[in-house]
């Protein structure tokens, strides 16, 4: 069974930095497409951060030069670097994983194929004040 369990949310001010974790158990990343998503209070969910089974990543503008997705394979573990944060990134942050030949997308079609996936992890709040 694919568990996934993020970490790494807390609350700091504008400016700050965070790095979140997510933890990948029975399955082996090498083979998953795996993205970051999060979602405010009232507000549909985006994603922020995704990256193919090639390591393409796909980041969208609104925090392209902010956030950045890699993965290390040795510990079966995604991350989520996030810097200069700003208060309307405060949401609950949540990794997901997708196996399956659509995940060689290297386009925004890659949040489509993770979004659709089944496996979700429980999500880690980030709150950012000014």
């Known amino acids: 069974q694919v568990q996934l369990v993020e970490s790494g949310g807390a609350s700091v001010q504008a400016g700050g930095s965070l790095r979140l974790s997510c933890v990948v158990s029975?399955?082996?990343?090498?083979?998953?497409?795996m993205g970051w998503f999060r979602q405010a209070p009232g507000q549909e969910r985006e994603g922020v951060a995704a990256?193919?089974?090639?390591?393409?990543?796909v980041i969208p503008e609104s925090v392209n030069g902010r956030f950045n997705i890699f993965k290390d394979t040795a510990k079966n573990t995604l991350y989520l670097q996030m810097n200069n944060l700003k208060p309307e990134d405060t949401a609950m942050y949540y990794c997901?994983?997708?196996?399956?030949?659509?995940?060689?997308?290297?386009?925004?079609?890659?949040?489509?194929?993770?979004?659709?996936?089944?496996?979700w992890g429980q999500g880690t709040q980030v709150t950012v004040s000014s």
């Open positions: 997901a994983a997708r196996s399956g030949s659509d995940c060689y997308a290297g386009s925004w079609l890659l949040y489509a194929v993770i979004g659709d996936s089944p496996y």
């Open positions: 029975g399955a082996t990343t090498s083979f998953y497409c």
């Open positions: 990256i193919n089974i090639n390591d393409r990543k």
